[in-house]
C-alpha cells in the first residue's frame, strides 16, 4: 500500500530544496514523478522555487475547488519526451495552503490509487496557529517528518515569525506569502515570545 508522507518545518527549513530532490532522485532512477502546489502560494507563479536558487515547473496547480484526483488525471495523461509510463509518486509543495478534504483526497490517492504522496509544508502560522491542510496532514498522513532549522540563537526553530517594515507584528490574515512588503524569520519559542512581548511595549516615539 503506498503512504502519504508529511514532511514539515519552519520557514526556511529546506522543504522546497527537499522536494526537489526528492524529485531527483525518482527521476535518476527512471521513475516519473508530478508535482504541484496550492493555487494560494503565488510565489513563482507555476513554480517551485527552492531559497538556493533551484526552480521547477509544477505539473499542476491546485485551486481551492479543485478535486485532486481529476487534477492528478489529467496531468498523468499528458506526456512529452521521458515522461512516459506510470506516476512513481507525487509531490506537493506548500501543502498547509490544502483544504482539509482536498488532503482526504490525498490519502485516497495514496490508498487506492497506489501512489506515494509526498506533501511539504509547515504546521503552523505567524500566530502559532495550525493552518487548517496542515492539521488534517498531522491526523491523516502515514508518516510525520520535521525537518528542522535553527533560530537565530542556535536554538531549534518552531515558529515563523511575520515581519512588516522589518518590524514582528502579530495581527493580521494568516496567508501572506513572503515578498517585498511581509518576510518571514524562523524563531524558536524563547525568542518568538521575546518578540511578541516587545511588540506589546508601548512606543517611545
Same mark, same amino acid.
Not at 529546506?14 to 494560494?40: D, H, I, M
Not at 487534477?71 to 506516476?87: I, K, L, M, N
Not at 509526498?118 to 493552518?131: E, H, K, V, W
Given at each position: 500500500?503506498?503512504?502519504?508522507? #508529511?514532511?514539515?518545518?519552519?520557514?526556511?527549513s529546506?522543504?522546497?530544496? &527537499?522536494?526537489?530532490?526528492?524529485?531527483?532522485?525518482?527521476?535518476?532512477?527512471?521513475?516519473?514523478? /508530478?508535482?504541484?502546489?496550492?493555487?494560494?502560494d503565488?510565489?513563482?507563479?507555476?513554480?517551485?522555487?527552492?531559497?538556493?536558487?533551484?526552480?521547477?515547473?509544477?505539473?499542476?496547480?491546485?485551486?481551492?475547488?479543485?478535486?485532486? @484526483?481529476?487534477?492528478? *488525471? @489529467?496531468?498523468?495523461?499528458?506526456?512529452?519526451?521521458?515522461?512516459?509510463?506510470?506516476?512513481?509518486?507525487?509531490?506537493?509543495?506548500?501543502?498547509?495552503?490544502?483544504?482539509?478534504?482536498?488532503?482526504?483526497?490525498?490519502?485516497?490517492?495514496?490508498?487506492? &490509487?497506489?501512489?506515494?504522496v509526498?506533501?511539504?509544508?509547515?504546521?503552523?502560522?505567524?500566530?502559532?496557529?495550525?493552518?487548517p491542510?496542515?492539521? @488534517?496532514?498531522?491526523?491523516?498522513?502515514?508518516?510525520?517528518?520535521?525537518?528542522?532549522?535553527?533560530?537565530?540563537? &542556535?536554538?531549534?526553530?518552531?515558529?515563523?515569525?511575520?515581519?512588516?517594515? *522589518?518590524?514582528?507584528? #502579530?495581527?493580521?490574515?494568516?496567508?501572506?506569502?513572503?515578498?517585498?512588503?511581509?518576510?518571514?524569520?524562523?524563531?524558536?519559542?524563547?525568542?518568538?515570545?521575546?518578540?511578541? @512581548?516587545?511588540?506589546? /511595549?508601548?512606543?517611545?516615539?
Open positions: 500500500m503506498a503512504k502519504l508522507y #508529511f514532511r514539515y518545518g519552519a520557514m526556511n529546506g522543504k522546497s530544496t &527537499g522536494l526537489l530532490q526528492a524529485a531527483f532522485n525518482y527521476e535518476e532512477r527512471g521513475q516519473r514523478v /508530478l508535482l504541484a502546489k496550492p493555487a494560494t503565488t510565489k513563482g507563479d507555476t513554480q517551485i522555487v527552492s531559497r538556493l536558487g533551484v526552480s521547477r515547473e509544477v505539473d499542476f496547480v491546485i485551486t481551492p475547488d479543485e478535486r485532486i @484526483r481529476e487534477a492528478f *488525471d @489529467r496531468a498523468s495523461e499528458r506526456t512529452s519526451a521521458g515522461e512516459h509510463g506510470p506516476v512513481a509518486c507525487l509531490l506537493i509543495d506548500e501543502a498547509q495552503f490544502l483544504l482539509p478534504d482536498q488532503v482526504e483526497q490525498l490519502l485516497e490517492l495514496a490508498v487506492d &490509487g497506489g501512489v506515494p509526498l506533501a511539504y509544508g509547515i504546521r503552523t502560522d505567524f500566530q502559532t496557529r495550525a493552518f491542510g496542515s492539521a @488534517r496532514l498531522l491526523e491523516l498522513a502515514h508518516s510525520l517528518e520535521e525537518l528542522k532549522t535553527i533560530c537565530r540563537c &542556535g536554538r531549534k526553530a518552531m515558529f515563523n515569525g511575520r515581519k512588516v517594515d *522589518d518590524r514582528f507584528v #502579530f495581527d493580521g490574515d494568516q496567508v501572506a506569502i513572503d515578498g517585498e512588503d511581509v518576510t518571514y524569520e524562523s524563531l524558536c519559542a524563547s525568542c518568538y515570545f521575546d518578540e511578541k @512581548r516587545k511588540s506589546e /511595549l508601548p512606543s517611545l516615539w
